[in-house]
């Protein structure tokens, strides 16, 4: 069965952990799925993120914008659309909600801008069949960024009200779209998170938990 499963939320809500933790367990139960991400996801999504990502490199927020659709339009044409005629299942880190959350709502957009977004989004071929918005805290948050350690890319290095900001649009994008989203407590221990996810798929999929 093909279903687009897309996960967002904030920096470092879990959403890769969450994606490794499901996609285990769909392939214990013998279905077949991929995982990918936003932006990237194919060979010249993941050179449009390399641009988008460092924060060494200006990007005016027009050209921002644009590059995270067209990296978008790859991604899907050459690997979401794909697998899904296959009949495979994609997990994707990250999808349209995360543009209007970051470019929308953190960036705080005027309303031309927030109009383009919208249009962008209804103009591609398709859309995900379900979104977990991982909801983390800003101290969760904040400690598990410091814990990862490494280099830090555009976003992570925007202030605490960027942050706030990006939280609030997720919120209030799932808020919008209950039959697709499902908003899960990304404070929990990752196994504790798993399971509600899991819980959701398994109904999605009609199989049993177990």
């Given at each position: 069965?093909?279903?687009?499963?897309?996960?967002?939320?904030g920096?470092?809500?879990?959403?890769?952990?969450?994606?490794r933790?499901?996609?285990?367990?769909?392939?214990?139960?013998?279905?077949?799925?991929?995982?990918?991400?936003e932006?990237?996801?194919?060979?010249?999504?993941?050179?449009?993120?390399?641009?988008?990502?460092?924060?060494?490199?200006?990007?005016?927020?027009?050209?921002?914008?644009?590059?995270?659709?067209?990296?978008?339009?790859?991604?899907?044409?050459?690997?979401?659309?794909?697998?899904?005629?296959?009949?495979?299942?994609?997990?994707?880190?990250?999808?349209?909600?995360?543009?209007?959350?970051?470019?929308?709502?953190?960036?705080?957009?005027?309303?031309?801008?927030?109009?383009?977004?919208?249009?962008?989004?209804?103009?591609?071929?398709?859309?995900?069949?379900?979104?977990?918005?991982?909801?983390?805290?800003?101290?969760?948050?904040?400690?598990?960024?410091?814990?990862?350690?490494?280099?830090?890319?555009?976003?992570?290095?925007?202030?605490?009200?960027?942050?706030?900001?990006?939280?609030?649009?997720?919120?209030?994008?799932?808020?919008?779209?209950?039959?697709?989203?499902?908003?899960?407590?990304?404070?929990a221990?990752?196994?504790?998170?798993?399971?509600?996810?899991?819980?959701?798929?398994?109904?999605?999929?009609?199989?049993?938990?177990?």
């Amino acid at each position: 069965m093909s279903l687009f499963i897309t996960f967002e939320g904030g920096e470092a809500a879990g959403k890769s952990t969450q994606i490794r933790l499901l996609r285990a367990a769909l392939e214990r139960r013998g279905l077949d799925c991929i995982a990918t991400r936003e932006p990237g996801g194919s060979p010249a999504a993941e050179a449009m993120r390399a641009v988008l990502l460092d924060p060494d490199l200006p990007l005016a927020p027009e050209a921002e914008l644009l590059l995270v659709f067209a990296a978008r339009a790859d991604h899907l044409a050459a690997t979401v659309l794909p697998a899904l005629d296959r009949g495979v299942i994609v997990l994707c880190d990250r999808f349209a909600d995360s543009t209007l959350a970051y470019q929308g709502f953190g960036v705080q957009a005027d309303a031309r801008t927030r109009t383009l977004i919208d249009e962008l989004t209804a103009r591609l071929p398709r859309q995900p069949d379900l979104t977990f918005v991982l909801n983390v805290s800003p101290g969760t948050a904040a400690e598990r960024l410091r814990h990862r350690g490494g280099t830090t890319d555009r976003y992570e290095t925007r202030d605490a009200a960027f942050h706030a900001r990006v939280r609030a649009g997720f919120l209030a994008i799932a808020a919008a779209h209950p039959a697709r989203c499902v908003r899960i407590d990304a404070d929990a221990p990752a196994e504790a998170v798993h399971d509600a996810i899991l819980s959701v798929v398994s109904t999605r999929t009609g199989h049993k938990r177990g």
